[in-house]
């Protein structure tokens, strides 16, 4: 089955520096590629997608980046605010399921 | 409209004993789902159900059963609590690649 890896565990920035989280995933079949942001205490939230047809997103300070060759993705957050502060989950689907990595702490200092 | 809705909030169990978590989304999606979420280890499926009348195992399903009770409902059932089963758990539904989760169950089993 499909295995989601997530670097690194822990993320800590500067307020207005940008923050990259990097996820590779085994199986070449998936073909979409979503990131959850989750704070403290509530669910995960979706905050970009990416589909296998396309290598870059962007919506406003974020992006994702797909390399299929290499099977490997990223969440890129540009000029971190405080409010940025979360856990981040990749994650890889294949039709009905949704694959997690561990999720990466990033923390925000102002 | 309330989307994906859990219950309980929070639980404590004695080891040995039973109970149901229940999950009822109104946004009329076939696909639901339980994960269950430990620490540095990201979210895990344990169930899914991709349509009603059907179930399928996931990552993590021993000790587990589940019910798909109709299009809104789907149960997540521990016949006998062990403390390995302590986590947080999310039932989320989708449509399409969209997932929506409920805000969590906080099971401590002791």
């Known amino acids: 089955g499909e295995n989601v890896e997530q670097h690194p565990s822990t993320l800590s920035v500067q307020e207005g520096d940008s923050a990259v989280i990097k996820c590779t995933y085994s199986?070449?079949?998936?073909?979409?590629f979503p990131w959850y942001k989750q704070e403290l205490g509530k669910r995960p939230q979706l905050i970009i997608d990416?589909?296998?047809?396309?290598g870059e997103k962007k919506d406003q300070r974020i992006a994702v980046t797909l390399n299929k060759t290499a099977k490997h993705f990223s969440l890129h957050i540009t000029e971190t605010q405080p409010e940025d502060s979360a856990v981040y989950f990749c994650?890889?689907?294949?039709?009905?399921?949704?694959?997690f990595g561990a999720g990466t702490i990033l923390r925000v200092k102002s | 409209n309330a989307g994906v809705t859990q219950t309980p909030k929070f639980q404590v169990l004695k080891t040995g004993q039973s109970m149901t978590l229940q999950c009822a989304q109104d946004?009329?999606?076939?696909?639901m789902y339980w994960y269950r979420q430990d620490p540095g280890m990201g979210l895990r499926l344990i169930y899914y159900?991709?349509?009603?009348?059907?179930?399928d195992k996931g990552e993590v399903p021993n000790g587990y059963n589940v019910s798909r009770l109709n299009k809104r409902e789907f149960s997540l059932r521990l016949e006998s609590a062990a403390p390995s089963q302590t986590s947080v758990y999310f039932c989320?539904?989708?449509?399409?690649?969209?997932?929506?989760f409920g805000s969590g169950t906080r099971l401590t089993v002791v």
């Open positions: 159900s991709a349509s009603e009348g059907t179930t």
């Open positions: 994650a890889a689907s294949k039709g009905n399921k949704l694959v």
């Open positions: 199986d070449s079949a998936s073909n979409y």
């Open positions: 946004m009329n999606h076939n696909s």
């Open positions: 989320a539904s989708r449509v399409g690649e969209g997932y929506t």
């Open positions: 990416i589909r296998s047809n396309v």
